[in-house]
């Protein structure tokens, strides 16, 4: 099992940045590929952004692919997520995802994007535009 506690979030404006973090604690940090996604008022959970168990790969959505970036460090236990030029759109609760390689009988040939294939996750943190 793996503890993930999400911070950075807050109020910006539109144009402004914002760098998210996501603390874990409990496991082996570098057996988990991490993900983000983000959650809007009336909307249904959706995917962000995706790191490799050592960030040699991620993979963005569409609406971010540009302006956010991920990363992680290993030896802080901790995932990143950088949001730069952003927009009243990007307004949502940000959620931390692991998807626990251990579990997997085969490593996948692609990062998850899914939210079913994650397996703990944070409680999240409100990201807030204002235009």
């Known amino acids: 099992q793996v503890q993930l506690v999400e911070s950075g979030g807050g109020l910006v404006q539109a144009g402004g940045s914002l760098r998210l973090s996501c603390a874990a604690s409990?496991?082996?940090?570098?057996?988990?590929?991490m993900g983000w996604f983000r959650q809007a008022p009336g909307k249904a959970r959706e995917f962000v952004s995706s790191?490799?168990?050592?960030?040699?790969?991620?993979y963005y959505a569409d609406s971010v692919k540009g302006r956010f970036t991920i990363s992680r460090d290993n030896a802080k236990n901790t995932v990143y997520l950088q949001m730069n030029t952003l927009k009243p759109e990007d307004t949502a609760v940000y959620y931390c995802?692991?998807?626990?390689?251990?579990?997997?009988?085969?490593?996948?040939?692609?990062?998850?994007?899914?939210?079913?294939?994650?397996?703990?996750w944070g409680q999240g943190t409100q990201v807030t535009v204002s235009s």
């Open positions: 995802a692991a998807q626990d390689l251990a579990t997997l009988t085969s490593i996948p040939p692609s990062l998850p994007t899914d939210l079913l294939e994650y397996d703990f």
């Open positions: 409990g496991r082996t940090f570098s057996r988990y590929v």
């Open positions: 790191v490799s168990w050592n960030g040699g790969s991620t």
